[in-house]
């Protein structure tokens, strides 16, 4: 099966009719070919997999990316695919801690994948969730008033009522206005 995704992988080709160019504008960005063909192993659902593409390097952004990464997800940061950035994270975030993580994914897909990984992935993605979440809640905070008068029942008629749900901290995360 690995032998076989890695076939379509390195066999995947733009068709475009066309010879590649060296350079590629994309996002008003230019960006050169700085290296053709390059071997790299990224990490799958499926274990670890060889694949061959084309890198794309702007000195302008410090960054580059591959012409198929897109195509086949692969985290640019971590080389992994979305899948397994998802799986690495839900495992993260289930288990008492990083190491019994590392336990559960080498029982159930059988790979070997470190702890600090997980505890990395796993940070960085929550990090990301939680600084969504803050912003959300801003945005609330700022039209509190427009935000429950809005509010409609399933009758139609304007909401007399807000039910908020707390941990049990009941640390504002907004933080306090004098």
Known sequence: MLQFLGMVFSNLKIDNNKKPDNVIIKNNIKYRKVQDNEEIKILTKYGFMKIFRSYYYSRATSRGFGIIDD?????????????MLEELT?????????????NTIKRYLE???SAKQIQIISEKVGKAIFEQDIK????LNKNKASAVNTTK?????PVKSMYVMADGSMISLIGKSN
């Open 71 to 83: 195509k086949i997800e692969i985290n640019q940061e971590h080389r992994i695919t979305k899948s």
């Open 90 to 102: 839900f495992v993260g975030q289930k288990e008492n801690c990083f190491e019994e993580g590392k």
């Open 111 to 113: 790979i070997d994948v």
């Open 136 to 139: 959300i809640a801003n945005e």
């Open 153 to 157: 029942s399933e009758d139609k008629s």
